[in-house]
């Protein structure tokens, strides 16, 4: 087990490096150049422009530039955003946790109401089942962006019983501000997992051992729980962690939709004023979260399902 | 003798999408304590429904007439506990272990699960019950297999782990649905030892679902032969073999090459095998058999008594002494 998760961690740097070098290149490719963020379009006087580029490291050559981000990096220093004068890593810190706090609230709904609904779905048939499937091919066509906009008018403004706008301060009020963000985040992602609960309930549920269990004349609520639940959580965990993965990506467009002041915004934010350093430094947070939420699954994976082989090399 | 298990004119029909289909047709069996019944039969004839309706594990959807009694209780009215405490005392050994044995979760949780969740035995007296379980269907290291899981098991080992977990719930009847199909000839020969010998000392009863006519005949008392849907003869297994009643028997018989001499060719049955549902009016296997007459296939066959056996063949006692030797051909 230990040797599993060492090896995994090796392979979780592994990707940050390579997803470090991808994402610095793909700035350094982009068009537009931070200096003309900075002057606001003006051509500055060269001494200025040259003092500029030295402070920034921008007339090194890539690599270098590169090398020197990477080391920094590693000890924690992302840079300084180019406009606002402030390091990345402040700038990202003041964030993450309304990020943080909107991808659990809505991982906490995808996995009650998907799961749920998706066990109700696979062990009823008619028409609780049929409703389980209507709802959700529903909210899977609703895209977040445009859930956003109907929960906050239909929610927010005509009901008027949650805010729909900004971060909100202190606990509570923090959480009615997430509510509404985190059902629009949810609204895709829910379905996808509610389909995958329900066929996985009704795939065990045709399995011979679950007729075994059946013959030998076990009480069905724990006959369901020990044999049928446990089996199919092998495949909800594959795709439920790989929904809240992608929601630390998608929580760009709900957080702009609400003004919520986090990672995704902001990263949408900086690219368009050119803040390098900013869009460098969150998409790395952002990687590291994806990867780290995989090789969580990973091990899940693993303990769920005993033929999943721990010491066997990964593919 | 007091019959433990008596199956009257039993019929099964299935859903299949929209239509219902029939694959089981007035079967009659009766099981006395303490007796092996085989019931042999082509794929698709309905053996394995037969046990299935006998545990009420037929699916969704499925419609039963007639009678199912088991140590006098009405087997086809039972639900709710009195259905789970009839599954529990008639234990089934399936024919593929490996599907048939959860997985996920260790060769102790599933040998011991009834113990626990039915009989209220602690986790430790289940463990160690289940251990002497082991040892005594000759498995060595028991407390090792306990803690591993069923892909770490071979087939064999599955499948006795399989009989002695059916065998540790004490139940009444055992239905052994196939049960070494799946294995090879000589785990088969040993897994089959091991649970006759089983059965015998605890007295308990069985009904061994086989396609193998003279396993049936070693180890059960008495053999029933069914075809598409129907039980067509059943006879003490001493006498099946030499004295078929049915020409269905007698056919199935004469398939079997013998080991001590050697054929040309061996003895098939012409045609193909029906299911209940595409069977013809009148007797079901007249059209495949060398002795029809008209009135095979115009009058539905009676459950007759003959010679201490049953057979569904209105010329089985002029036909008797005759059937064997391929002149059904």
């Known amino acids: ?27 350094y490719l982009a068009p537009g150049s931070p200096i003309a963020t900075l002057t606001g379009g003006r051509t500055p006087p060269p001494e200025v422009l040259l003092a500029l580029e030295t402070r920034y490291h921008l007339n090194e050559p890539f690599l270098v530039r590169y090398w020197l981000w990477l080391k920094a990096a590693v000890s924690g220093d992302l840079g300084e955003s180019i406009p606002l004068h402030e390091p990345v890593a402040t700038l990202i810190g003041e964030r993450v946790g309304v990020t943080a706090s909107l991808v659990l609230l809505t991982s906490l709904i995808i996995l009650f109401v998907g799961i749920g609904l998706g066990i109700i779905g696979g062990l009823r048939r008619g028409g609780v089942d049929n409703a389980v499937l209507l709802s959700s091919t529903i909210s899977a066509a609703l895209p977040s962006f445009a859930a956003a906009v109907v929960l906050q008018f239909v929610v927010g ?11 909100g301060t202190g606990f509570s009020d923090s959480v009615k501000h997430l509510i509404l963000p985190a059902i629009a985040l949810a609204s895709t992602s829910v379905a996808l997992v509610t389909r995958v609960t329900r066929s996985a309930v009704m795939e065990e549920m045709g399995k011979e051992h679950v007729q075994t269990a059946l013959s030998r004349g076990l009480p069905y609520p724990g006959l369901i729980r020990r044999h049928v ?24 467009i709900v957080e702009t939709a609400f003004g919520l002041n986090g990672l995704g915004a902001y990263l949408v934010q900086a690219a368009m004023n050119k803040d390098f350093a900013v869009v460098q430094g969150i998409s790395l947070v952002l990687v ?22 721990l010491g066997s090399r990964a593919q | 003798m007091t019959s433990l298990l008596q199956v009257r004119d039993l019929t099964v029909q299935l859903k299949i999408g929209a239509d219902l289909r029939e694959v089981l047709t007035t079967v009659n069996l009766e099981i006395a304590a303490g007796e092996a019944m085989g019931l042999v039969g082509e794929s698709g004839s309905g053996k394995s429904m037969t046990a299935k309706a006998i545990a009420r594990l037929l699916p969704d959807g499925a419609t039963v007439s007639g009678s199912i009694t088991f140590d006098g ?11 789970r405490a009839h599954r529990a005392q008639v234990a089934v050994v399936f024919q593929d272990p490996r599907a048939h044995i959860n997985p996920v979760r260790r060769i102790d949780d599933f040998m011991g699960e009834s113990l626990r969740i039915l009989s209220d035995v602690s986790k430790e007296e289940a463990s160690r019950r289940a251990a002497d379980a082991l040892e005594e269907v000759g498995i060595d290291n028991p407390a090792k297999r306990l803690r591993q899981y069923p892909h770490e ?31 090879d000839v000589t785990t088969q020969a040993e897994v089959m030892a091991i649970m006759d010998e089983l059965r015998r000392d605890r007295g308990l009863s069985m009904l061994f679902i086989t396609h193998d006519l003279e396993l049936a005949g070693a180890v059960c008392d008495r053999t029933c032969v069914m075809y598409a849907g129907q039980v067509v003869e059943t006879r003490a297994a001493s006498v099946l073999h030499g004295d078929p009643l049915h020409p269905y028997s007698a056919a199935l018989v004469d398939a079997r090459p013998d080991i001590n001499s050697t054929a040309d060719r061996l003895l098939a049955i012409p045609g193909r095998p029906l299911s209940a549902f595409e069977a013809p009016s009148g007797c079901r296997f007249a059209p495949r058999c060398g002795y029809s007459t008209d009135d095979c296939t115009s009058h539905e066959q009676e459950w007759l008594e003959l010679a201490g056996g049953q057979v569904r063949c209105g010329r089985a006692a002029e036909l008797r002494g005759t059937l064997r030797g391929g002149a059904h051909v």
Do not use: H
């Not at chain 2, 064999?156 to 070494?180: F, K, Y």
């Open chain 1, 229 to 252: 639940l446990r089996n199919a959580a092998i495949p909800i965990t594959t795709v439920a962690g790989l929904t809240i993965a992608s929601l630390i990506a998608l929580a760009a």
């Open chain 1, 157 to 167: 403004v005509k009901l008027g019983w949650l805010p729909v706008l900004g971060t």
């Open chain 2, 73 to 83: 209780v009405d087997v086809l009215a039972l639900s709710g506990a009195d259905l």
């Open chain 1, 1 to 27: 087990m230990l040797q599993f998760v060492l090896r995994r961690l090796a392979m979780l740097v592994a990707t940050l490096v390579a997803a470090s070098f991808v994402i610095y290149g793909a700035l």
């Open chain 1, 288 to 309: 590291a979260a994806f990867v780290i939420t995989n090789v969580v699954i990973d091990i899940l994976y693993a303990v769920l399902d005993p033929r999943v082989q």
């Open chain 2, 153 to 183: 098991l071979s087939g064999g080992m599955l499948q006795r782990v399989m009989i002695a977990t059916a065998l540790l719930s004490e139940p009444r009847l055992l239905l052994a649905d196939e049960c070494t199909t799946a294995l």
